[in-house]
């Protein structure tokens, strides 16, 4: 890969990085314990103590928001896992076996870490 395409491929990631934690600080904080890891904070704890009927549509709000914390995590995952391949300098290679990922799926999707092939086995 030439460096100009990496770089912007970097450029995605790094935005993509940002926008991804922002939303994340929204209704979760960094697990202190687990790198990579955040927590779903109930919402409005802390706060005056809810009546019945408030903490109700709290438990509701907190199981909506725990699937989402759990996708936006992982997409965190593979982005910063990316970032990382870029610094040690394998990055656009794939993670099963080796040979170089496809540019046009890496413009897609910048975090790939399989190529269309190995990815496609991955799935079934
Ligand atoms: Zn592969």
Redesign the pocket.
């Known amino acids: 890969m030439d460096k100009k395409t990496q770089k912007n491929l970097k450029k995605k990631l790094e935005s993509e990085e940002k926008r991804l934690t922002k939303d994340l600080r929204f209704f979760a904080k960094k697990d202190p314990k687990i790198k990579g890891n955040w927590r779903t904070r109930f919402p409005f704890l802390g706060s005056d103590r809810p009546s019945k009927d408030e903490s109700a549509e709290e438990v509701e709000e907190y199981q909506k928001l725990l699937p989402l914390e759990h996708v936006l995590e992982l997409r965190l995952k593979d982005i910063d896992e990316a970032l990382d391949k870029i610094k040690k300098g394998n990055y656009g290679s ?6 170089k ?1 496809e540019p046009k799926r890496l413009e897609a999707a910048p975090e790939a870490m ?6 496609k ?1 991955n799935l079934q």
């Open positions: 794939c993670d099963n076996c080796k040979k990922i399989l190529c269309l092939k190995c990815g086995e």
